[in-house]
């Protein structure tokens, strides 16, 4: 069993910074890949960057060139570090475990509790 805590969120004006971190119970945060996803009112959840076991990070295009994805094993611990920040990059974002490559919800094994982004004009 993994447990997933995330902090970080709140509010900011546009164009601002936020950076969250998503901590994971258990000894083998390493073998796992992590992925941040958000969901705004009313949408279905949307991947915004997945991180895979070995480091290798994607990013959805609407976050591309402003959000980046670390991870650090030895404080098993997932960064979205979130620049230039958009009105519509409000959503509650989670923090998510997976035995296979981050790509689909179906895939997530694990999701954290989620923490609020709200990004004002």
């Known amino acids: 069993q993994v447990q997933l805590v995330e902090s970080g969120g709140g509010l900011v004006q546009a164009g601002g910074s936020l950076r969250l971190s998503c901590t994971a119970s258990g000894s083998i945060f390493r073998f796992y890949h992590m992925g941040w996803y958000r969901q705004a009112p009313g949408k279905q959840r949307e991947l915004v960057a997945p991180?895979?076991?070995?480091?290798?990070?994607n990013y959805a295009d609407s976050v591309k060139g402003r959000f980046t994805i670390s991870r650090d094993n030895a404080k098993n611990t997932v960064y979205l570090q979130m620049n230039s920040l958009k009105p519509e990059d409000t959503a509650v974002y989670y923090c998510?475990?997976?035995?296979?490559?981050?790509?689909?919800?179906?895939?997530?094994?694990?999701w954290g509790q989620g923490t609020q982004v709200t990004v004002s004009s």
């Open positions: 991180i895979t076991s070995g480091d290798e990070q």
């Open positions: 998510a475990a997976a035995l296979l490559p981050v790509t689909t919800t179906s895939r997530v094994n694990y």
